[in-house]
């Protein structure tokens, strides 16, 4: 996963959790 994502994202409860934004 791109640590650039989370460092933009307030980090998401859980990994899936970004695939559910796509």
């Known amino acids: 996963m791109d640590t ?3 460092s933009q ?3 998401p409860p859980l ?3 970004i ?3 796509f």
């Open 4 to 6: 650039r994502y989370f």
């Open 15 to 17: 990994p899936f959790n």
């Open 19 to 21: 695939f559910s934004q």
């Open 9 to 11: 994202k307030p980090r």
